[in-house]
């Protein structure tokens, strides 16, 4: 068994990057709840047993160098698979009368309340980590049939590269690794049929926001998805 004790670096990193390029690199797998813990154990892709314990408070991310035999040039590296996010967006929210955008906001916000999922807010879209099944959220999403509204879901590994990094961590708990902001004139196409968000994230502004109104709801109108993973 191998015994992980500490994190030597980041495949980011410009040291390991050069020394990992003609390595035989081994990965331990890890989902993104997993990658909270500083202790579990784990077989590797090729095979091997791996027991991590590390110190508390220390979290692995995306990309971490576990172990490096510098004389077999080999090393075992963290790949964390991150959870789906559905993206809410809210433009079609400017062509409503100002008295409909803001009741259905209202509702959004508390039908998101109510269901304690965590949100952020980046100008006219909402991102929404799946803390539950898809079908679940979904079924919320559309029995509400909020007027306005169109969603989907994609990956959160597509999702990252449009963040800040405060606002990654506060989607996935730091185990994205390390985050490279972009900025984007041009918001995402999106399909008023299907409710598909086509293209990436925009991010003009980095200031997140939690969707977590809690006032009465009544039902809205018009709303569609698409179940996609990219």
């Not at 999403?141 to 963040?163: A, C, D, Q, S």
């Amino acid at each position: 068994m191998i015994l992980i004790e500490a994190i030597l670096g980041n495949i980011s990193d410009t040291e390991w990057a050069g020394r990992l390029s003609t390595a035989d690199i081994d990965l331990i797998e890890i989902d993104q709840w997993e990658a909270q813990k500083s202790r579990f154990r784990k077989m590797t892709v090729k095979g091997a047993e791996v027991a991590v314990s590390i110190d508390r408070g220390t979290h692995i991310r995306d990309g971490d160098v576990l172990l490096w035999n510098a004389q077999a040039h080999a090393a075992l590296v963290a790949r964390i698979e991150l959870r789906d996010v559905m993206i809410v967006n809210l433009d079609d929210l400017t062509k409503l009368r100002p008295e409909i955008a803001m009741r259905t906001c209202v509702e959004l916000g508390h039908a998101m309340g109510n269901q304690h999922w965590p949100a952020l807010v980046k100008d006219n879209l909402v991102y929404v980590p799946l803390t539950v099944d898809r079908k679940v959220m979904a079924s919320v999403m559309n029995t509400h049939r909020f007027e306005g509204i169109r969603y989907e879901f994609v990956p959160g590994r597509e999702v990252v590269p449009y963040l800040a990094p405060h606002e990654s961590r506060r989607l996935f708990g730091g185990a994205e690794g390390p985050v490279h902001s972009h900025t984007h004139e041009n918001y995402a196409d999106v399909e008023a049929e299907t409710g598909r968000v086509h293209g990436h994230p925009p991010t003009q502004i980095h200031a997140p926001h939690r969707a977590d109104a809690h006032g009465q709801s009544s039902p809205a109108t018009a709303g569609s998805a698409r179940d996609h993973r990219g």
